[in-house]
């Protein structure tokens, strides 16, 4: 059963606008969520995270929301730029200090000119 | 830094052959990690190594067999593969337990391929 979900494959959004991202998950033992983008054959790059007892945590363009009564957390990217497109992968860890991240299966990023 | 690195970039390897992935790091982080990632798939873990010693194995089959020499290193050894092990290996690295951060870097991969 997948514990980390991102129901949408992809997204295509025009340059300059916010692009959105979605994310749920369904183990309630999570405690720390974080997105990273990737582009193919290279490692995921780290680009936000946020702590269960946060519900927004803010770093340039890019701000993470987290609602834990419904174990949902989006990603928000503005303005969206051409260097954006690429699959964003939404992870979460469990309460050990070198717990293992559970992704999901990610949304491939197209960011229209 | 942020930076991990791993040896190979590439890797061809036959089903009697044995062979080793290496990740290295300097960010003085105590938690490592092995992940496979399959294509169109997400990363899954492998193994976790805290502090030098193994504290997280998923059930990974036995031909696949991992060791922490130190603090900065860590190697996957692989023996007697099959064909469906094919697929990009990440190695990542954490500050480790007792930290107020949990954010994993990860190194660029080795993209095996069994043949």
């Known amino acids: 059963d997948q514990q980390v979900k991102q129901n949408s494959p992809s997204l295509s959004v025009q340059e300059g606008r916010i692009s959105i991202l979605n994310c749920d998950y369904t183990n309630s033992m999570f405690d720390y969520f974080l997105w990273y983008k990737k582009y193919p054959a290279e490692g995921p790059t780290f680009l936000i995270s946020i702590s269960s007892i946060k519900d927004k945590n803010e770093d340039g363009r890019f701000t993470v929301f987290l609602n834990k009564s419904a174990k949902h957390l989006s990603l928000h990217i503005v303005p969206s730029q051409p260097g954006d497109s690429a699959v964003y992968f939404c992870a979460a860890k469990g309460t050990g200090g070198a717990d293992g991240l559970t992704f999901g299966k990610g949304t491939h990023l197209i960011i229209q000119p | 830094d942020t930076e991990v690195t791993q040896t190979p970039k590439h890797l061809v390897m036959g089903m009697t052959n044995k062979k080793s992935l290496k990740c290295e790091q300097h960010m003085g982080h105590r938690a490592m990690y092995w992940y496979k990632q399959k294509a169109k798939k997400p990363p899954e873990l492998m193994f976790v190594y805290s502090y030098e010693k193994l504290s997280i194995n998923e059930s990974v089959p036995s031909r696949f067999s991992p060791e922490c020499p130190n603090s900065s290193l860590l190697n996957l050894h692989l023996h007697a593969l099959q064909p469906e092990d094919s697929a990009l290996y990440l190695c990542?690295?954490?500050?480790?337990?007792?930290?107020?951060?949990?954010?994993?870097?990860f190194g660029p991969g080795t993209r095996l391929t069994v043949t």
């Open positions: 990542a690295s954490s500050l480790g337990p007792g930290q107020v951060s949990y954010e994993q870097y």
